[in-house]
């Protein structure tokens, strides 16, 4: 019997840039971007790059004909609900985009001038034209020397990077947002001007090269989330939130530095589940040997992290198990997303410095179990309490906790043994599988029984 359809309806983002035959940014990067974001994306190609991650090899501009074609193609049979402009390579197809932009929504002009390895891919008399661009643009989206050619300013801080985005907006866009990534510094600040607010999005630099194509895939994001309905700050905040993560879990591809993960967030996603099911699968493990060795009054906990885990709400926790407080439910272990706020800080702040560690149990550190750790293959460190106070939240006094366990030891320690300030030691014992985390706990509980 036939089966009915069931078609979806998401929006469509247009995306008028050049091919990257390397596959990490331009077009290419554009429409993975817009895919994972949940629209439709639609293109035309205006140059086709030969490229990959060590750099650009040669490059070739359409006819202006070729790309106006592909433009009114998508426009005639697609309700097209966000554009995004990337490399424009001359003035003939920026004035082609200028033409067509009083009947285009939510313009993201990211003004590619300059590749990530350092190639020019924009003609110098092409650098004039953009001017005409920008007055159409409902945003803006240049990095620190890209803004620098828009308004002949000198960009070193945030504040430089302020002035040079109410430039812009003088121009005539709607609004400017000025990346932070080329200005030095610890933090990147990445600053969003309109004509009546500034905004400005912090967050820590990643320590790594791999960001090709990070400018095409912050501004297909924000394309896309205005394709969605959100409104400008909205946008900019995923955006740039995507962008965070997509960098620090790039993509360790070809023999320069990679390409950003441009599905980072969708990946992450769908991991949830497999996650969650893990989470289980430990506690109906542990369940099947005698535990009461590391058993508090509260019995134990367990935690999962998403593979590209970043927040609480990315780990799958469940508390009191195995112990006195155990549920006797028969359906099992209640595992959910942003429980167990302790345990959550303490696997996110190691996977700070091991982003390889995925799951973690917490339980009693006592004098049984702590004299059984040597049987454990790896590294123990012990974090005193005065570690752990100040004036700040449980969790950050965890994070910080294990901050200092990492920073002290050689290695990436597979056990932590916090002290408490009244006795109440916790032994949280980390591994990157399940498989890894359970034959740790039964190492442990085996040497206790020995």
Known sequence: MPRADAPVTPPVVLTIAGSDSGGGAG???????????????TSAVTSVTAQNTTGVQGQHLLPTEEIEAQIRAVREDFEVAAVKTGMLAASSVIDLVVDAAADLSNLVVDPVMVATSGDRLLEPEAEAAYERLLAEAALVTPNADEAEVLTDREITSPEDAE?????????????????????????????????????????????????????????SAIATRLAHGDDLTAAVGSGVSLLSRAVRYNLDVGEGPGAVHHMVEIRDEAARQETSEAVEGVVSALTERDVTPLLSESGAA?????????????????????????????????????????????????????????????????????????????????????????????????????????????????AVVARGESGADELTVLSPTVDGLLDRVERLLDAIEG
Do not use: N
């Not at 866009?173 to 510094?185: E, I, Y």
């Open 302 to 414: 367990v935690a999962g992290a998403t593979p590209y885990a970043e927040t609480p709400v990315e780990v799958a926790a469940v508390e009191g198990v195995l112990g006195p407080t155990a549920s006797d439910d028969r359906r099992g272990p209640c595992v959910r997303f942003g429980a167990v706020a302790d345990l959550a800080a303490c696997l996110l702040a190691a996977r700070e410095h091991d982003p390889e560690l995925r799951f973690a149990v917490t339980c009693r550190a006592s004098e049984r179990v702590e004299s059984a750790l040597s049987a454990l293959d790896g590294t123990v460190v012990t974090v005193d309490s005065a570690d752990r106070l100040g004036d700040v939240s449980a969790a950050e006094r965890v994070s910080r906790g294990v901050d200092r366990a990492f920073e002290t030891s050689e290695e990436s320690p597979i």
């Open 27 to 41: 077009i290419q990067a554009d429409l993975k971007t817009i895919e994972a974001g949940g629209a439709f994306g």
């Open 163 to 219: 002035a040079a985005g109410r430039d812009i907006v003088e121009m005539g866009a709607d609004a400017a947002l000025v990346k932070g990534g080329h200005v030095p510094g610890d933090e990147i600040v990445d600053t969003l001007v309109t004509a009546d607010s500034v905004t400005t999005f912090r967050h820590d630099r990643v320590e790594t090269e791999a960001t090709h194509g990070s400018g095409c895939t912050l501004s």
